[in-house]
């Protein structure tokens, strides 16, 4: 639950920006990306009054500012890694997550200093949250069971859902509301929970059963026995690299995590571009439905992890078989979504209800390929959601380029739906290479 609310905090201060960002600056409505299909029943909207900015940024500063976070998350995640394997899970997060905070609250008045002040700060944000997820994944395999990984992996990735979802719905309405104090009162908002959770974080989370202080010795050989069996955990000790690098099931994981990482990126900023700026479509005025997708992502992924522990737990299937079901429909899922998104012509709504199913069943790969990080490796988890995070957020990038790229010219649903069909293509070729490759036991170096 603690790293629920962690996760949830987390993609707060992530994605608070790509959605205030339209308040704070001055620009034009990118009605030069609506197809040329949707222009005839849309010319009354093309000139709409955008509320006056003290900043007057262009439109690749704005998008560079977006993408300075992940840039210094990108570089961020093997570092981390190592370090939380070395200093331990809590120490790091607790780091990260208080230098994240001082710089979220420095946010509004860095902007006012210019681009190139909030880029940095925004890359330097990017890197001392690079201990996050590895930190999340090193606790579970700490206290959870194979048999409860799906939806103890599930229930912490849903807050990054969750957190979209509350950003999605308010940030949009708070940054452009002046009676409330505008844009920058959503990263006092948010700033302001973090500390809350940070304060107690100390007090809440152990990194293991047997730092517990409270936990009784039995309950704590327990947890141990159904985590680790007979073995010890194995601590600080030296990082098989070599192993890790030529390990296949390692490798169809990253394959999955790369083609996931590229649609949700898609999903995440393509799509919500397609529909806010093509089809015309007010999140302001429609919150609910702009978060609806987060939500349905979220529903899903706990209804369906649940299903597959159960599954697990009375041996009605193995790990390695719960891990391909996962992976298949989360990915194959989307794909078909966006084959349909097409079709769904002008219609805001309905391209929103398509989104909202293929965001939705995404969920599953929590239970897929997220989950199986810690099949395969309990012991360096931390080292192997790192490599795979650092790959696959390197291949993220190459979605807003090449989407930046098609977008020139005149624009169709043929050219969005290039842009949308690349991604189809990694869901199926990268889940059918992550079939070949899965295990669901510990690997020898492990």
Known sequence: LYYFLGMVNAYFLRINIVITIDASFRHTKLSRLRPVECVQHQLTNNSKKLSDSPFRWTENQRTQIVNAFFYGHCISQLPSGILVHRFGSKLMLGIGMVINTILGFLTPITASYGFIYLFILRFIQGIVIGPVIPSSYTILANWTPPNERSRRVAAINCGAQIGMAITMSISKYIASNEMIGGWATMFYISN?????????????????????????????????????????????????????????????????ALANRYGYEILLTEIPIYINDVLDFSYKKHAFFAAMPFCFMAIFAMMFSFLLDELITHKKISIATARKIGNTIGQIGPAIALCFVGYASCDPFLTLAILSIGLGVNGAIYSGYVANHIDISPNYVCILVAMTTFIATGIGFIAPVLASYALYGEITFKTWGEIFFLAIGQYIICNLCYMVFVEGKRQPWD
């Open 192 to 256: 302001g929970f973090n500390t809350l959770w940070l304060i107690s974080l100390y007090e809440l989370v152990y990194e293991d059963p047997v730092s517990h202080p409270t936990l009784k010795k039995r309950c704590k050989i327990n947890i141990l026995s159904s985590v680790w069996g007979t073995e010890i955990p194995r601590h600080n000790v030296k990082i098989p690299w070599k192993e890790i690098f030529y390990s296949p099931p390692a490798w169809g994981i990253t394959l999955a």
